[in-house]
Structure formats: C-alpha cells, structure tokens
C-alpha cells in the first residue's frame, strides 16, 4: 500500500510517495518511490491532494493511508494557522506567574470578556509581527488557539482597548510582580544594574498632559513623545520602567528608579550604571544619600583644562593597556584601550583612550562639519535649523550691524584633542578594570531599547489618551520580556527567535462534503524545535491530525 514519507533536509521537508515491496518471498521488505512530490512549504494543500488522488486513479492503486478516510474530491485548504506562538506564551505566563497576576485583577476590572486570552493575542502579534490593536482583532483567528473550534469567544475591537486600560490601571503593581518574578527566575542578587532613557514618538504633533516636543532620539523634532526610562540587568533583562513627559531631562529621570529600587523593591545592594548623561551634582548627591554605588560616564570636557591637558600628554608613559570585549548586534568586538586612574574633585575618575573611538569620533565630527558647512551656504536653511534650537554646533556668528555666519574652525580644533577619550566617574572600591568593563556593558541597555523599537516596534505610539500609551508601553514590556527570556534560555538571536517560532504552523483541511476538519503540520525549522525543546512544549508528532487530536496540543 502506498504511503507519504517526509525526508527532513536542511533546506526544508520533502514529501513522497512511496511503496513497500518484497522483491522475493524471504527478503527484508524495501521502499520504492513512486512519486517525489516536492517541499511542504511550497505545497497548495488542495491541488496538493488532487494531483494524489489522480495519480492513484491512473495507476490503479489505493489511496496512502492517512487520506483514505477523507472525501478526498472535496478536500480545501481554508486557512494556515500559528499554533507555537501561542503555546509558547501560555508557558512563559506560567513561568512569569503571569496567569495568577491576570487572573487576580481579572476579578477586579469587571470585565466579561478574558483578559488574558486578549493580552496572549497582543503579544503573540508584537513578538512575531508587531502592528495596531486594529489588526490584532482582525488577526486572532489566525492563531489556532484562537480559532472558532477551538475558541469559545470571539473578542470585540473594545476588549483589545480595555485591555490596555486594565494593564495601566494595575502598571505598577505588574512591575513589582514581574521584578520580583525575574529575582527568582535568573538571580536573587542585584549586583550591577545598567540604566538610560529614549524617547518614543507619535504620528502627531498636538501636545497635551504626557505628550509634548522635547530633544528627539529618534531624530523626529517636529512630533511629540514621551520619554521612557529603564533599568537593566546583565542579561538585557528589563527591571523596571517609567514614563516621563515628552520634555523632561533625561538628568532628572535617574532620582524616581533609585528611590524605587531601594525602597520600594528593597534591594539593598547595587552599583548603578549610567552614561554621562545622567552626570550632574545632584544625581551623584541623590546616589550616595541612598547609599547606591555608581559607575556613570564623566565628560573630560567637564575637568579642569590643565588636568586634560597633562592626562592627554601622558598617554603613552603612564597610561596602561586594557582589551574589553564590546558586543554589536550580537558580534563580540575585541577593544584595546589604554587607561588611567586620576583623583579630581574628591571623586575617583577612571580615564580611557581607544583608537578605534578616535576614528568614530574624527568621523562624526567631519560630517557633522561638512552638514555645518552647507547650512552657512544656505542662510535660509540654517535660521529654520536655528528655529528648533539645532545647527550652531559648529557654527559661529560675526558682526555685528550684519551677523555673517562662518564654521568655527578654532572650535572643531579644540575639540579635536578630545578624540578617543572618555571618562568614568565611580565612588565604588572595585578594581579600576573592572569598573570599565562594566561601563562598556552599558550597550545592554541600548540592545533592550533596539529590540524594543526595531523587534517589538513599540513606536510611533497611535494611542492619545496616557491610560492607553501606558498600558501599551506595558503591553509591549512583557513581550519583550518573554522574547529576551527565550534568547537567554537558548542562545539564539531575536531574528532567529521568530523565524523559529514563525514555522510552527498548521495548514487547515475542510472536507466540503462531510465538514470534516484536518490538520496539515508545517516545517518546523531547527531553531524553532530547539525553543520547543527548551521550553518543555510538545512538538506535534503526526504529520496529518484530526481536530480531535489537535486538542492535546492547544
């Protein structure tokens, strides 16, 4: 009798037809191939199953076993669903105690409708293919879990809203839940901890009470914001978060996270990271009123001109030599520096020079120059840049009955001397290494925010109302929250995370005549079946499954 028989290739799974024969009475039993039929991915199930049924018609043999059963004239492919996406996330609630958190303020928010069969929706979208809330209600019947059969309730548009409104009202008692769920899941100790601020944008430029016009990181000075300030672990995982109006200084976002950790979270112990950024008199008098180390970047700029001068002389002869490993898109990059250690002020600063930082300095300044340049050469251009308070880096102005603008020469050669170096202010008695290697760790943050603004596409923000960004930006920190433990827990990129989860699907077959429903189970690449297996989730075994079986796996 034939059968199918799947052959599983790097390239992907190919299918054939296939006949077991004796060629004498005694011998072992062999395959014969009858037909090679391709990839499964390239595959239109429902020609897929004529073109089977046809050649079993001309050569007079019975139909392979799995499709017997079927009125196989009347077999359609009516849908390709995602099925690992949801498992997954319904597993990593139960890690994240996520599932008693939601079930807990499901009983307060009077709501009809389940909250956390919306939220599972949400982030299954935004982890594999972020969009509105809009598409979120047209997609959920792409999930199998969440398909007619299997689903009892189909969710209106209003549940997805309401559900961003119920997170905001419980925001802060979810960080508090999660932090202390993470403290369990990876450390209890909080050693060093990694924080900065960005900024998010909206596809508008009215302001109001959270949204206003303020210094831009994603270069959008013409549209409104909100800035977002987050503390990070080692491991990129998020710790907490706040929300502060569009024009808020970065410098006077550090205070509220402090105050958070040590009292409210009651960690009694760390070293605070920052970039020079958060260096000001006050930040560093808060810091040490809390009792908190830190590591926080230190301008040269800022130190005494004779101080610079003699530590910018003495790079060869007293400098010593230091190679750090500085991640970049995932890449490792070995980084020689040399280092120095200089008392100034009562504070211990720890000065280094890279070369390779000297390139990227030399080279941003020269383009920024040459930007500078071809606004003196356009008048008109220039006073709309001096408008928004941009475009005099560079440039200086003379005269004074007619003001002439010129590049500002002696300026760039000043600052030339700067090139390669940085400075690290800490008040820690760790070792002078030590404290710049986990000041180049900083980079973690900037991979959290990557992830979240590229992977989890958490701007331009569409929602105006503060309860909706927030329960958005909430929405958004758990998924990234899951996808980072996914990443931590196998080794593998975010890119690589989706594309593994995005081949664990299903092709629906309807039976027209008899309203039968199977199941056709896609490629599931290496990555995918290694998340799976790390998860402790059960792959699907059969190849073709009835409805009935399906449910052992949603």
């Given amino acids: 009798m034939p059968f199918f028989k799947f052959d599983k290739k790097p390239q992907g799974t190919y299918i054939r037809i296939v006949e077991s024969y004796r060629p004498n009475k005694n011998s072992t039993p062999r395959h014969k191939t009858l037909l090679t039929l391709g990839k499964v991915e390239d595959i239109d199930v429902q020609k897929f199953v004529a073109l089977i049924v046809r050649i079993c018609q001309i050569k007079g043999v019975p139909l392979p076993a799995e499709l017997q059963d079927v009125s196989i004239h009347h077999i359609q492919e009516t849908a390709r669903l995602q099925y690992g996406i949801i498992a997954i996330i319904r597993r990593l609630s139960k890690f994240f105690q ?61 549940h997805f809203y309401r559900t961003l409104d119920v997170l905001a009202d419980n925001e802060e008692a979810l960080k508090e839940h999660l932090f202390k769920v993470q403290r ?23 302001e109001d009470e ?15 914001q909100v800035v977002l300030g987050v503390l990070v672990d080692g491991l990129r995982n998020p710790l907490t978060y706040h929300i502060y109006e569009g024009n808020q200084f970065e410098g006077h976002t550090m205070e509220k996270a402090m105050e958070e950790m040590k009292k409210k979270y009651g960690v009694s112990k760390m070293i605070v990271v920052a970039d020079s950024g958060m260096m000001s008199k006050q930040n560093i008098e808060m810091l040490k009123k809390l009792g908190v180390e830190y590591i926080i970047g230190e301008p040269l700029k800022r130190l005494p001109e004779k101080v610079v001068e003699k530590i910018i002389e003495s790079k060869q002869e007293e400098c010593k030599a230091l190679e750090i490993k500085e991640k970049r898109d995932e890449a490792e ?25 000297a390139e990227r300095d030399k080279k941003k300044r020269e383009e920024e120059m040459r930007e500078a340049q071809a606004l003196v050469e356009n008048i008109a251009q220039l006073k709309q840049k001096m408008k928004r308070g941009k475009g005099l880096k560079w440039i200086k102005s003379e005269g004074s009955d007619e003001i002439n603008y010129a590049i500002d020469k002696e300026k760039a050669e000043k600052m030339a001397k700067y090139d390669g170096w940085k400075g690290i202010s800490t008040n820690s008695n760790m070792p002078s290494e030590e404290v710049i290697r986990r000041y180049y760790e900083l980079f973690e943050v900037e991979h959290f925010f990557r992830a979240m603004k590229s992977e989890m596409m958490i701007r331009p923000i569409y929602h105006w109302t503060p309860k909706r960004i927030r329960g958005h930006i909430a929405m958004c920190f758990v998924s990234y929250m ?8 196998t080794g593998e990129s975010y ?34 079946k290694k998340i799976l297996k790390t998860l402790g989730i059960k792959e699907i075994e059969k190849d073709v499954i009835e409805i009935k079986e399906m449910e052992k796996y949603i």
Avoid at 139 to 155: A, D, M, N, V
Avoid at 187 to 205: G, I, P, Q
Avoid at 482 to 489: E, G, S, T, W
């Fill in 98 to 158: 996520l599932d008693k958190f939601l079930s807990s303020i499901q009983a307060s928010s009077q709501t009809q409708f389940s909250i956390t069969d919306v939220l599972e929706l949400m982030i299954a979208d935004r982890m594999l293919l972020p969009c509105s809330k809009l598409a979120s209600y047209h997609r959920q019947s792409e999930y199998l879990q969440h398909i007619p059969h299997t689903q009892k309730q189909t969710h209106a548009l209003q």
């Fill in 333 to 357: 990059v070995q980084e020689k520096m040399l280092w120095k250690e200089v008392e100034e002020g009562g504070k211990r600063i720890i000065v280094t020079y890279s070369e390779r930082r």
């Fill in 495 to 528: 890119g690589a995370i989706k594309e593994g989860i995005k081949s664990m699907e299903v092709s629906e077959i309807k039976d027209k005549k008899n309203g039968g429903i199977y199941y056709l189970k896609g490629n599931i690449n290496e990555t995918g």
């Fill in 210 to 224: 959270l949204r206003k016009k303020g210094y831009s990181k994603d270069h959008r000075p013409h549209k409104t």
């Fill in 184 to 206: 369990n899941l990876f450390s209890d100790e909080l050693e060093v901890v990694f924080y900065d601020v960005t900024t998010l944008y909206f596809e508008s430029e009215q």
């Fill in 482 to 489: 899951f996808l980072n433990y996914i990443r931590i827990k």
